[in-house]
């Protein structure tokens, strides 16, 4: 059964720090990721593709494209590599080619590709595809309160149910022989995680669960948007020892310099990023 995966750029967006750092003081923050001139710092919107045997997966969307331009410029998206679309066509992937979209969790910057406009109608941008997200996860999303509001927007998923293109995951779920998603909540509490295995090692997609790869290492370090940050620390404590016990190469979704690296033991016996660039297996 083949294996092959890809990091897909889907754009970059600038961001206020709080929200990555939250109460880490910029002292420590800054030196891993400084901000420009502005204040912002830069967050990637990286998704993965993976072909499982006949099945292709793409594991979250980035924004998408629906934002109005007062939107984008908020954001300041630029696409320093190309499009979510752009960059699965490198890899001889059409819309209609992508069997499963697994949504870590429904934030806008991680479900906006999910739909497109189509003469002026919202549409599933990947027509065949079966939609996967953990059930309290929509739940969540159609449920939101004054704190979460601004995080989720309908456009990115009512159409998918309306089109009856949702598979609602209940817990850690087998995708493929190779494919898997294990609950990491805290983000948000329905929020998931990626592994790939089959390959050399395994692959841990770990999404919002460490959104800059120093937040993987930094067991306390949790993002402002955290809705459960202690939730946040107790899975990321569980998922730390599984990646160093497995030697798991962790994907980091919005980091720009470090996109992935495996877990190691510094001398003071605390976790580093040991950054590792491998960014695709079986070109
Ligand atoms: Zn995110």
Do not use: C
């Not at 891993?32 to 099945?55: A, E, V």
């Not at 890899?91 to 910057?109: A, F, M, P, Q, Y």
């Not at 979460?148 to 149910?161: C, G, K, Q, S, V």
Request: glycine residues 8%.
């Amino acid at each position: 059964m083949t294996l092959k995966w890809h990091i897909i750029p889907t754009g970059r967006v600038w961001v206020d720090p709080g929200g990555a750092f939250g109460l880490v003081p910029r002292s420590m923050w800054q030196k891993h990721q400084p901000p420009n001139q502005d204040q912002l710092i830069p967050m990637d919107l990286n998704s993965l593709l993976i072909f499982s045997g006949d099945k292709v997966i793409l594991v979250d969307s980035g924004i998408g494209d629906k934002l109005s331009p007062k939107a984008m410029e908020i954001w300041g998206i630029e696409w320093p590599e190309g499009t979510m679309l752009e960059n699965l066509k490198k890899w001889g992937v059409k819309r209609e080619d992508v069997d499963i979209v697994i949504n870590t969790h429904l934030h806008s910057d991680h479900s906006g590709g999910n739909t497109r406009i189509v003469d002026g109608k919202i549409e599933p941008t990947f027509p065949n595809a079966i939609y996967m997200v953990q059930e309290n996860e929509y739940f969540d999303a159609t449920h939101t309160n004054v704190r979460t509001r601004a995080t989720y927007l309908p456009e990115n998923f009512d159409p998918i149910f309306t089109n009856k293109r949702f598979h609602f995951l209940k817990g850690d779920s087998h995708i493929t022989d190779h494919v898997r998603t294990v609950l990491t909540p805290g983000h948000t509490p329905g929020h998931q995680s990626v592994i790939v295995e089959g390959g050399d090692f395994p692959i841990f997609f770990v999404s919002d669960l460490a959104s800059y790869a120093i937040h993987f290492a930094k067991t306390a370090w949790v993002t402002a948007y955290d809705v459960e940050p202690l939730k946040t620390i107790k899975s990321k404590e569980i998922w730390q020892k599984w990646a160093f016990d497995n030697k798991a190469l962790v994907v980091f979704q919005h980091d720009i310099t470090i996109r992935s690296g495996t877990l190691i033991k510094n001398e003071k016996n605390r976790y580093e990023i040991d950054v590792k660039e491998v960014g695709s297996l079986g070109k």
